[in-house]
């Protein structure tokens, strides 16, 4: 069965600090990975995703991820931390054998100035 | 172009009162997804619709929860005899293709909060 986890609830970063947000998965077959964000009251958008070719991966407001098959890992990274970044990240992944797609439990990243 | 929304986007109700969530998709995105999230978790999925058809509702929870779609226009997803367990927020998303394009990316809704007092 297919899985996705992120080990951390809350991660920490200063403003211009690198960041990264953890994801680890598990799927039968050849994974799609997506990321996505939820800034507060307001539904999930659309990061990025990882579907075959270059293992990293360029999204929107600067973010990258990279893909790791050795490591079952596709974690969120960004070179310098905004404030504005501060919201809840979801991965999220998808067996292609599966009907569905599987998100982890989010992850809240706060940016302090 | 727009996307996709969601009425109301707050709801407050009674223990025992029925629900009606509504979604409006992007136009001409063909699947529609319902998912729930308790305060502080993960998205929970509850159905899938492919067009008017919903091919997988694996995920609503009990009979009391119900979803329609008209063609590939709005959906309801409706709660019977609310429960406080049922206090969400109930995410909509859509997507061009479907479950079966697994390349296909959702699009979400912002929600709507309900709270069952």
């Known amino acids: 069965a297919q899985s996705v986890a992120q080990p951390e609830d809350q991660v920490n970063v200063a403003e211009g600090n690198p960041l990264t947000v953890k994801c680890t998965y598990s799927?039968?077959?050849?994974?799609?990975l997506f990321w996505y964000v939820q800034y507060p009251n307001r539904g999930l958008q659309f990061l990025l995703k990882y579907i075959t070719g270059d293992n990293l991966v360029k999204g929107s407001y600067g973010f990258e991820a990279e893909f790791n098959k050795s490591q079952t890992s596709f974690h969120l990274k960004k070179p310098s931390a905004l404030v504005s970044d501060s919201a809840l990240y979801f991965c999220a992944v998808r067996d292609p054998s599966a009907s569905k797609i599987i998100f982890g439990s989010g992850t809240r990243l706060s940016i302090r100035p | 172009g727009a996307g996709v929304s969601q009425s109301p986007s707050n709801k407050v109700t009674e223990k025992g009162k029925d629900v009606e969530l509504r979604c409006d998709p992007i136009?001409?995105?063909?699947?529609l997804y319902w998912y729930r999230q308790r305060l502080g978790q993960g998205l929970e999925f509850l159905i899938y619709f492919q067009g008017n058809s919903a091919p997988d509702k694996s995920g609503l929870p009990s009979d009391r929860f119900s979803a329609e779609r008209t063609g590939e226009s709005v959906s309801t997803l409706t709660i019977q005899r609310t429960q406080q367990e049922d206090s969400a927020v109930y995410l909509c998303?859509?997507?061009?293709?479907?479950?079966?394009?697994?390349?296909?990316?959702?699009?979400f809704g912002p929600g709507t909060r309900l709270t069952v007092l």
């Open positions: 799927v039968s077959g050849n994974p799609y």
């Open positions: 136009s001409g995105h063909t699947a």
């Open positions: 998303a859509s997507s061009l293709l479907g479950q079966g394009a697994f390349r296909d990316t959702q699009y």
